[in-house]
């Protein structure tokens, strides 16, 4: 198990090699990458500012990868989700997961994001030529988390 977050960028090709390594068990590899996009709510976004609650969201992203071992035959499960200051195509999470199985790593690397969203302590600020907004979760957001319930 490996849930961080962090300031600091990560590469996904190691994030990848030290999912896998030593791990023959496992056929299925699945992972995500969320970066920050320029376009939100009808604005382009020059910034954003992530902030969060150390201690609470290392537990919340803990409790996911437990729920999710709990639902699906998983291997190893990584989840980086990073704090601070970011720009445009800037890497802001990463969800990888092993599975024996194609189907169980989708779907735990789609639950793990979809809940993510809605359920770990983070606070989005986005910064638009209007000037800076704390940003919600969608209510699309909202909808895919419950899905999972």
Not at 14 to 40: C, I, K, P, Q, W
Not at 70 to 75: E, N, V, Y
Not at 78 to 90: K, L, Q, Y
């Amino acid at each position: 198990m490996a849930v961080r977050v962090q300031t600091n960028d990560f590469s996904v090709s190691d994030e990848y090699a030290a999912l896998v390594h030593n791990n023959t068990a496992d056929g299925a590899v699945v992972s995500f990458v969320g970066r920050m996009r320029d376009m939100n709510l009808g604005s382009t976004v020059h910034g954003l500012l992530l902030e969060h609650y150390p201690g609470m969201t290392e537990k919340a992203l803990a409790d996911l990868e437990d729920h999710a071992r709990q639902r699906w035959a998983l291997g190893h499960v990584s989840i980086i989700h990073r704090v601070g200051e970011f720009r445009a195509a800037d890497q802001i999470v990463w969800v990888g997961v092993t599975s024996p199985h194609r189907g169980d790593a989708f779907a735990a690397c789609e639950y793990i994001m979809d809940t993510l969203k809605t359920t770990a302590p983070f606070w989005k600020k986005e910064l638009t030529k209007d000037g800076a907004r704390w940003v919600d979760a969608r209510d699309e957001d909202t909808q895919r988390a419950e899905r999972w319930q």
